[in-house]
């Protein structure tokens, strides 16, 4: 059946409708910073013109969203990147609106199913995805399924302390991996260490170029990347880790070695599962949100 998924993010609300394994339409919007009903009309607006556009009939709607969700009611606690959107009740609203069935979904966890569907670990029994950009997140995926753990939980990567008594992260404790390993904390780093404003794409340059604190920089977040991915291959024990977001992708291949090298060291002995970069891309969130309707439905049927 075709669904419609959309990715709502901090700058911009993209959507496609995806019919079987195929992208038939998408579209994508500024996200709004004027509060949670203006971005919630941008949403409807953009979904009304893909439900006329698409050329086949939408059964369900997938959305993916940062931030934790109550999964009960259908409501957004919280999204961090958005303004003023707090215990906004999504799911309810949007089935009013658009008269469909609709899911709400983390949007790592949409992108981890898109990964093992039909991207880099498609095929796999199980798969761990891991997201490092502005942030981390990370999503677990088992037969097929997401595995949201008993809270809506599972896979926050980004959350694990790697550095006990390291830098405050966003969530409010220290040394988390995001902390020490995000987009955010490389950019905090290299201003720090170089004295002026660098930007991660910046230290990645420098990175390529062999600046030495550009590789003990680097370096440093690849081996707590490595740590991380080690502590979780014990705890999960997935066939393929799957890494994606802005840092891995303007790292390219060599940043993956950096990791993997950091990855097998940690886990000094035990079996690791293969590193693959995301093949989805920017469409990731998108596809996995439609996916996560269309496993809705399937479960309902």
């Known amino acids: ?10 700058t911009k609300i ?43 009939p939408v059964r369900a709607v997938g959305v993916g969203t940062p931030g934790p969700i109550d999964f009960a009611t259908g409501t957004v606690r919280f999204a961090p990147n958005i ?3 707090q215990d906004v009740p999504l799911r309810p609203r949007l089935e009013e609106a658009l008269g469909l069935p609709v899911v709400l979904e983390n949007d790592a966890n949409a992108a981890a ?27 677990l995926v088992v037969g097929g399924r997401i595995w949201r753990g008993a809270f809506g939980q599972a896979g926050e990567l980004g959350h694990v302390t790697v550095l006990p ?7 409010g404790n220290r040394g ?61 024990d997935p066939e393929i880790i799957v890494l994606g977001g802005g840092v891995v992708h303007g790292g390219g ?18 079996r690791t599962a293969p590193l693959r970069r995301a093949e989805l891309g920017e469409q990731a969130g998108v596809v996995g949100a439609a996916l996560a309707a269309q496993e809705a439905g399937e479960r309902s049927s």
């Open 165 to 171: 008594g390291g830098p405050v992260c966003g969530c």
């Open 113 to 139: 199913l898109a990964e093992h569907h039909l991207g880099a670990a498609r095929g796999a029994s199980s798969s761990l995805f891991v997201t490092v950009s502005t942030g981390i997140g990370g999503g």
């Open 14 to 56: 993209a959507l496609g409708v995806l019919d079987g394994d195929r992208l038939v339409y998408s579209a994508r919007a500024a996200t709004p910073q004027s509060g949670a009903e203006d971005v919630f009309k941008a949403m409807i607006a953009l979904a009304r013109e893909a439900l006329d556009r698409a050329g086949v």
């Open 176 to 236: 988390c991996l995001e902390a020490v390993a995000s987009g955010r904390a490389l950019a905090r780093d290299a201003s720090y260490a170089y004295a002026e404003a660098v930007t991660t794409p910046q230290l990645f340059e420098r990175w390529r170029a062999r600046d030495p604190k550009a590789l003990e920089l680097v370096g440093g977040a690849a081996g707590y990347l490595g740590q991380a991915l080690a502590d979780a291959q014990r705890l999960f």
């Open 253 to 270: 291949e060599a940043f993956l070695a950096e990791v993997h090298r950091g990855f097998v060291a940690h886990a000094r002995g035990w």
């Open 1 to 10: 059946m075709a669904t419609l998924g959309i990715d709502l993010g901090g």
């Open 83 to 85: 303004p003023h959107f």
